[in-house]
């Protein structure tokens, strides 16, 4: 099993860019699908990006279609996810998250590790 830790979150401006990372501790890293969700204030856990276990196959909510970049680095076992162009529907905690099951399983929420999570805010 592994263990995860997000780092990157903070305050930004409308229109800026963040970039988030998830480093894991444990073995088989590269056996798990990888992806991010997050949870605005007084709303229920979304899926936002995942990435598949060899990085080849990528996926993302539509509302973050063409802004939100996710990658990973089974050498260096974490994963990245670089979001531009920032607005304040973005403002939540997000999530790191991992499954060993497939990657659709892991957009639907089925989910096996979880990370603490880092609070991305944009002000207006």
């Known amino acids: 099993q592994v263990d995860l830790v997000e780092s990157g979150g903070g305050l930004v401006q409308h229109g800026a860019s963040l970039r988030l990372s998830c480093a894991a501790s444990?073995?088989?890293?590269?056996?798990?699908?990888m992806g991010w969700f997050r949870q605005a204030p007084g709303r229920e856990r979304e899926f936002v990006s995942a990435?598949?276990?060899?990085?080849?196959?990528?996926y993302y909510a539509d509302s973050v279609k063409g802004r939100f970049t996710v990658s990973r680095d089974n050498v260096k076992k974490i994963v990245i996810l670089q979001m531009n162009n920032l607005e304040s529907e973005d403002t939540a905690v997000y999530y790191c998250?991992?499954?060993?099951?497939?990657?659709?399983?892991?957009?639907?929420?089925?989910?096996?590790?979880w990370g603490q999570g880092t609070l991305v805010t944009v002000s207006p």
């Open positions: 998250a991992a499954t060993r099951l497939t990657t659709a399983d892991l957009i639907r929420g089925e989910i096996e590790i």
């Open positions: 444990g073995r088989a890293f590269h056996t798990y699908a």
């Open positions: 990435v598949s276990w060899n990085g080849e196959s990528t």
